[in-house]
């Protein structure tokens, strides 16, 4: 899949907008939503959830979750870079395979914390217990609002 990225740049040139997916818990429907807003509004083609599985209360069977979460990794296949959006520095097990995922393929990692009742030094570190410290400086932009 990488290889089809790289063709596609390599035939529209610097024209082809980046290619980024939303990666975090869908507890954080406000944040996606508000995410998604702004990256595309920054000209970057964005990939997300299918729905909210968490913020809107759905059940779903472990073999319907299976399925989606290998969707959401061939969406990171596809992409230039993920964003993991986390609140407070919470990243849950879904997620943090998202991330080893896009680490593993050679995509670019960016994780974006919004504060509601931490203070960045908390949030950094419980991103830091979770993804490893060598994960997240080696391989991550680190953004915290």
Known sequence: MRDILKKLRDKLGSDFPKIITLCGSTKFKREYIETARDEALKGHIILSVGFFTHAEGHSIIPEIKEKLDKLHKQKIDLSDEILVLT???????????????AKENGVIIKCKCYLVEFTKEIAKK??????GEYVLYSTTYLIIE
Not at 89 to 95: P, Q
Not at 126 to 131: Q, T
């Open 87 to 101: 609140v407070d520095g919470y990243i849950g097990s879904s997620t943090l395979s998202e991330i080893l995922h």
């Open 126 to 131: 419980r991103i830091e217990e979770v993804v």
